[in-house]
């Protein structure tokens, strides 16, 4: 019997913040920030006579997760705290937002993909902290799928922006402790770094396993179903296929006004492709890619999740749309978030989604090697991956 996962902000407050007493402090968090009885971190710090809560900041979606917009400065309601947005004119902390704070405090919940940008929010407030001198406490959560397999290009490193802010492959398999680690080594950052880890958890864990409450991360990001989908079907964002915001069930469904459901459902089930089954459907997005147009499209269904590969189904669910419908997907697009030129290259040149991934083996297998030194939690049961 597993015992219940712990997040850090748990360790933290039975700690009774005792690492934190003293300290002035700005808190980067959102509604994810919270313990197991769902009280928010925010809370926590701000009733801490022993802390100095001055400041918060805001990731994409605000404060509350639920903005699907740039994010405007605020002050919160209850504590009468301003809110620094950091998705908007700024992703970064100031000079003048950080005056008279002497240690960073970051509480979000990610979910375990590359593009997903509340990590680059995590590595823009560490560059800050270290150009300015402060201190920057993580408080650790899982890695809701996981933290064995890792799967898919790495960014290249010419190529980085704000949804590629490292060498990472897309499901990289870190939590945002370990993420922290990997980034001040080696973005080589002069800074104080200190993960309160989560106790419990180790990598081979789904988030059902965790005894922890699903939170929505951002807007669209509804279970746990679509956060393991999310690393493949989310490389579809920038193109002209809607991967179902708009619908109840975002990310475990795509489609077009001109895709052929039955079509491409079948193409894709005779792959066999391991852990996942496509059904033909129909819907109508009330809101972004085709909003109220009628698509045909498929729906994902998960039959095996431990031999499930997010990346093998979307690059399959990719050289599908180029091979039946050339003419109308817009696929230069999908090079927005894969940011892998050679990878794009081959797919674009006819290549299978299983020679692309073979080819990204030898780059994994040195990401395995560098994540190596700055990982937190033991390996557990191994998985497909």
Known sequence: ????VR???????????????????????????????LHPTLDLLATTPEVLLL?????????????????????DGKTGLPIHSLYGARTRPTAEQLHGLDTL??????????????????????????????????????????????????????????????????RHGLTVGELARLFATEKRLNL????????????????????????????????ETQALLYPGIGLLEFTNVSVGRGTDTPFEHIGA?????????????????????FVPVRFTPTSSTHARAACGGINFVITERARFHPLLTGFAVAE????????????????????????????VSGATAESILQRCKPDLARFEERRKPILLYAAGRQSAG
């Open 257 to 277: 006004p001109w895709i052929r459901e039955r079509e491409l459902a079948g193409a894709l089930n005779d792959r066999g492709l391991p852990g996942v089954r």
């Open 55 to 75: 400041t918060l900041f805001s990731p994409e979606h605000g404060i509350r997760g639920d903005v699907d917009a740039p994010v405007a400065d605020g002050v």
């Open 1 to 4: 019997m597993r015992q219940p």
């Open 192 to 223: 104080e770094l200190h993960v309160v880890k989560a106790e419990h958890w180790t990598r081979d864990m789904w988030w059902d396993e965790t005894n922890l409450t699903w939170i929505n991360p951002s807007p669209n990001m509804r279970s």
């Open 105 to 170: 405090v970051y509480d979000i919940q990610d979910v375990g993909a590359r593009f997903y940008t509340f990590i680059t929010t995590l590595g823009q407030c560490m560059e800050a902290a270290a150009e300015h001198g402060l201190r920057f406490v993580v408080l650790d959560r899982p890695n809701p799928i996981g933290g064995v397999a890792i799967e898919g290009p790495i960014a290249d490193a010419d190529s980085l922006d704000f949804t590629a802010y490292h060498t990472l492959p897309v």
């Open 7 to 37: 997040c850090g902000v748990d360790v933290l407050a039975a700690e009774r913040c005792v690492s934190l007493h003293g300290r002035r402090i700005g808190l980067i968090t959102n509604h994810t920030g919270v313990t197991r009885e």
């Open 320 to 347: 599908a749309l180029l091979r039946l419908f050339p003419q109308d997907w817009n696929h230069e697009r999908y090079a927005r978030l894969l940011v892998n030129s050679a990878a794009f290259a081959a797919l």
